[in-house]
């Protein structure tokens, strides 16, 4: 990773970690102590062991391409609200009925740290709030936080996330090819990537030729990001993974390497990268954050 990405990755970090030091808020008083104190507990819990916190870097990248002259107002709800619901996603797929994972973030899953029910509460509530930090992110007009609930819900729902987890859960065992897993992983993987840089435009006032290239940069990211989850899952190790390696060949599922070969893969990665800085050449320098995080999800070995 070179220093200009680096210190701008840990920058971002570093402020949406200081917001998950609140997190979860509520009022007093609301309900049993010891069942909320051990709530909150767990809802923290897949928040704070770590991740690479790319998405909601994603988001502050975008709004920074848009205008490099002023972090807007709402900006962090957004990225704490991508967070969430990306999070809330991993808590579910590790569950016995979905993935079966044992390990997320290098730390037991939260179904093994607590137990099922759990899980499938904390991935609730995780999905919840975040509709409602949009809903309420402050210095926003009532026409911009309606589009970014929308622009999230679609990203996690049956035209985003869930229809391409779903899509993942049938293929097991089957032949799909190429084009057909490229368009589940724009559904699974791609679609909350795409959402966080249109979250950070619309905060920022992207115009819409703006978005559009936002969103053509994230479809080829979003893609890259799944080609080298799918080298790692062969190439990568599980301690540095933090996940275990080889789950999807165990599971029999179809992936880019099963079908273009390790070097196939790498090929089609770094063939994605170029499309995706492509799609960037309308902007100026302010954009070069967006440039350097293409290149570190490509060439990251976690």
């Not at 599971?251 to 893969?265: C, H």
Request: hydrophobic letters at 45%; proline letters at 3%; glycine letters at 10%.
């Amino acid at each position: 990773m070179n220093r200009s990405v680096g210190t701008f990755i840990e920058a971002c970090q570093h402020r949406l970690n200081r917001l998950l030091d609140d997190y979860p808020a509520h009022d007093q008083g609301d309900g049993n102590a010891a069942a909320r104190a051990e709530l909150d507990e767990a809802l923290r819990y897949p928040l704070v062991v770590g991740g690479k916190r790319i998405r909601p870097v994603l988001v502050y990248a975008a709004a920074q391409a848009i205008d490099p002259h002023q972090q807007p107002q709402g900006l962090d709800h957004a990225a704490l609200a991508v967070e969430l619901v990306h999070t809330y996603s991993l808590v579910h797929d590790d569950l016995p009925a979905m993935d079966d994972d044992d390990l997320r973030r290098g730390q037991p899953s939260l179904h093994r740290a607590w137990d099922e029910a759990t899980a499938i509460l904390v991935g609730d509530g995780l999905q919840a709030q975040a509709f409602e930090l949009l809903a309420g992110a402050p210095g926003l007009s009532a026409g911009c936080r309606a589009d970014m609930v929308a622009t999230l819900a679609r990203a996690a729902g049956p035209q985003g996330m869930v229809g391409g987890q779903f899509i993942d859960i049938r293929a097991t065992d089957s032949d799909m090819g190429l084009a057909d897993l490229s368009a589940m992983h724009a559904l699974k993987t791609g679609a909350l990537i795409r959402a966080a840089l249109a979250l950070g435009g619309i905060a920022a006032g992207a115009q819409e030729q703006q978005l559009q290239a936002l969103d053509a940069y994230g479809r080829h990211v979003g893609l890259a990001f799944q080609v080298v989850d799918d080298i790692l899952d062969v190439a990568g190790d599980t301690a540095t993974l933090g996940k275990t390696r080889g789950k999807d060949d165990q599971a029999n599922k179809p992936t880019y390497v099963k079908l273009m070969g390790l070097d196939g893969a790498r090929r089609e990665a770094r063939e994605l990268l170029g499309h995706a800085l492509d799609n960037l050449a309308g902007f100026g320098d302010s954009a070069d954050a967006l440039r350097d995080l293409a290149r570190y999800i490509v060439e990251r070995d976690r």
